[in-house]
């Protein structure tokens, strides 16, 4: 490969673009407005900013939220659903839980409404033994009614299927003869594992949203080809690895949490790079904020994500929690006389009031702007009317100054931002304090010591370019492909040889489609888990494995290990469950230098970075802060705050007591120490 290689990020806000020539090391970045609902025109905006040449580009990676906020917008295509005589319900059942922990009120809507929840007599054991034959008349029957009801998808999920497929895989047969289309999900060739619940939601998620990836990905593609563009489009997934365009829609449901996952694949490569290993991940974007947990420089993925209640999506993707807390978020008093912030969002368009494009409503954005961590003269007139805004509808329904009603709402942000980072840490038996804080996204920075300080987190890693990590997350990231299979059977029942061949079969069947990619690879390598418990469990614990032959003397001790690490707990009168065979085949791409992110023209000396000084709010007052431009920053940095680093992307805040310095590659590091 001696092309140029483009990676893009869409965002709720702007869609973001690195453009790296791996030959001469040059960077271009873009920045443009998200444009929705086609995602596809800010697309080819940020190309057209770069000015990328497409006939010469050998690739484009491109992470997309098109299934994420179909998802949670519900805005889904009409899907039908065919399954096992009196299973209907099971996608309306669930777990039985309440969408409100308390209270008698709260509403769940499935992803398949019930008319379109079809039964056909047909059953499996859970050893994959036939009961009831499949009809296959009333197999077509139902397949025409789903038709005629309108629906442009299918699911096929029977009982069991994961330990026999032969039903599906023959009702798949014959619903491929009736359907117009190949918008058919088979559940166990999405998902084979058992819990038809959340085997069941993950196929009706991947068919609702399978023909909006599928004219999403068709449109750009067509567009690129047409400017010149002769190679494949790869989408990032949310396991963090890639896949052709061409593939992408047969498991759209792999394309959730696209955009998040990228962001932690950037993480880990800068963060390894660095000699960090372990970080907390903190993007904090226009819209939302999301976190994650990194360990030896990798990223934590997991197969039993609920993207919102009663919405399990059991398939590999990077654990990223979010929360409604973004630059655009939206302040406001409620009836109660309470200051709430976000999940409302201002968005793009309008976007915040400091936008100048006819927003109204104070946002966190604007309460930065009001105490000085933004710059009033880059907005203008639109600052005295972010600051109106703040006083009119924070201010004084409070009774507090505007610069203390903006200090209010950015330490509700911050309050909200650190409950997701404990939920990532604290909560699974992490000690913030052995971590940094990766800070990134457009507004990350801004608050990251801050938050760091909350958490007792002794330092902050920010790259060279937070505003577009997520992009950059695209060029970097490997190629890889999961798969799971269910076994759920007692360890001591097991039979190793097939435990090994299971192993095999999924190895061989990932390094066979990445091998099908035409990409320049480094390597390709294996990794293995299974998913345990103790019998009478219903929990799940996930145990690493150094390869696909452990011996059964082996597996146990690893769960065992593993279960009191965890729990500190030692069981040794129960008997272990190997409930899943877990495989995960990458593809590793070659390393990227990223030294160009931070140009190197210019003076590289503190007085040279120097742009000037502006009084800042900190702790109940103001103070009169140095900015520097970070381009210009010497790479031997040593630098105490307060002070404020700005740059194309991202404005950084080093709050009084900090200290920073850099690396060779540009990443600053900030010891957060005491506030002064």
Not at 3 to 9: K, R
Not at 573 to 582: C, D, G, K, S, Y
């Amino acid at each position: 490969m001696g092309g140029q290689v483009a990676g893009i990020d869409v965002g709720g806000t702007f869609t973001d673009l690195v453009l790296l020539d791996p030959v001469t090391g040059a960077v271009k970045l873009a920045k443009v407005p998200t444009t929705l609902p086609n995602q596809a025109g800010g697309v080819l905006a940020a190309l057209d900013e770069a000015g990328a040449d497409l006939a010469t580009m050998d690739l484009i990676v491109h992470g997309t939220t098109t299934t994420t906020n179909a998802v949670l917008e519900r805005n889904l295509c009409r899907t039908g659903l065919i399954t096992t005589e009196g299973f209907r319900d099971v996608l309306e059942l669930g777990r039985r839980t309440r969408p409100q922990a308390y209270g008698m009120s709260g509403r769940f809507t499935p992803v398949i409404p019930r008319d379109l929840r079809l039964e056909v007599p047909e059953r499996m054991d859970a050893r994959g033994n036939v009961l009831t034959p499949l009809d296959e008349d009333a197999l077509r029957e139902r397949v025409a009614r789903l038709l005629e009801a309108g629906c442009e998808s299918l699911v096929i999920h029977f009982l069991h299927a994961y330990a026999n497929p032969a039903h599906e895989l023959r009702a798949g047969q014959i619903a491929r003869e009736l359907w117009p289309n190949d918008h058919i999900t088979l559940g166990h060739a999405l998902l084979s594992e058992s819990r038809e619940f959340e085997r069941g939601v993950t196929a009706a998620v991947n068919a609702s949203v399978q023909p909006l990836l599928e004219r999403y990905v068709g449109r750009l593609a067509g567009e690129l080809q047409a400017r010149g563009y002769a190679r494949d489009l790869l989408v990032m997934n949310g396991n963090g690895g890639m896949v052709s365009a061409r593939a992408v829609s047969r498991e759209a449901v792999k394309t959730v949490m696209s955009g998040p996952a990228s962001g932690v694949m950037a993480a880990c490569y800068t963060g390894r790079r660095a000699g960090v290993g372990n970080l907390i991940t903190y993007d904090m974007g226009g819209t939302s904020t999301d976190v994650a947990l990194i360990r030896d420089a990798r990223a934590p993925v997991s197969n039993e994500i609920e993207v919102e209640y009663a919405m399990p999506i059991h398939v590999p993707m990077v654990d990223v929690r979010t929360v409604g807390a973004g630059g655009g978020s939206i302040a406001r008093v409620d009836a109660a006389g309470m200051l709430r912030v976000g999940p409302e969002s201002a968005g793009s368009d309008p976007g915040p009031v400091c936008y100048g494009r006819g927003g109204t409503r104070a946002t966190i954005s604007d309460a930065n702007l009001i105490l000085g961590r933004l710059p009033a003269s880059r907005f203008g007139q639109a600052a005295e009317a972010a600051r109106a805004a703040m006083a009119d509808q924070i201010a004084r329904p409070l009774g507090l100054s505007v610069e203390q009603a903006a200090e209010a709402v950015l330490r509700i942000a911050n309050t909200h931002m650190a409950g997701a980072i404990r939920m990532v840490s604290i909560s699974m038996g992490a000690d913030p304090r052995d971590f940094a804080l990766f800070a990134f996204g457009g507004a990350g920075p801004l608050h990251a010591v801050a938050l760091a300080r909350e958490l007792a987190i002794p330092r902050v890693l920010i790259p060279a370019r937070p505003g577009i990590t997520n992009a950059l997350g695209c060029v970097v990231a490997d190629l890889r492909h999961d798969f799971v299979r269910t076994l759920n059977r007692p360890l001591d029942g097991c039979d190793m040889e097939q435990v090994h061949a299971i192993w095999a079969a999924q190895q061989a069947e990932g390094r066979a489609l990445i091998g099908a990619e035409k990409l320049a690879l480094k390597g390709i390598r294996a990794e293995y888990s299974a998913d345990m418990q103790f019998i009478g469990q219903t929990h799940l614990l996930r145990v690493p494995l150094p390869d696909g032959t452990p011996t059964r003397e082996a597996l146990q001790q690893r769960f065992e290990a593993a279960y009191h690490a965890r729990f500190k707990v030692d069981l040794p009168t129960i008997r272990a469950n190997l409930v899943n065979l877990n495989c995960s085949v990458i593809g590793e791409r070659p390393e990227m230098d990223l030294r160009a992110l931070i140009a190197p023209d210019g003076r590289r000396d503190l007085a040279g970075a120097l742009t000037g000084n502006r009084p800042v709010w900190f702790g109940g007052g103001w103070q009169d802060v140095p900015v520097y431009w970070r381009d210009h920053l010497p790479l031997d940095l040593h630098l105490t705050g307060p002070a404020i680093i700005e740059q194309m992307d991202t404005t950084t805040i080093v709050e009084p007591g900090g200290i920073v310095t850099s690396d060779a590659e540009g990443n600053l590091f900030i010891e957060v120490g005491h506030a002064a």
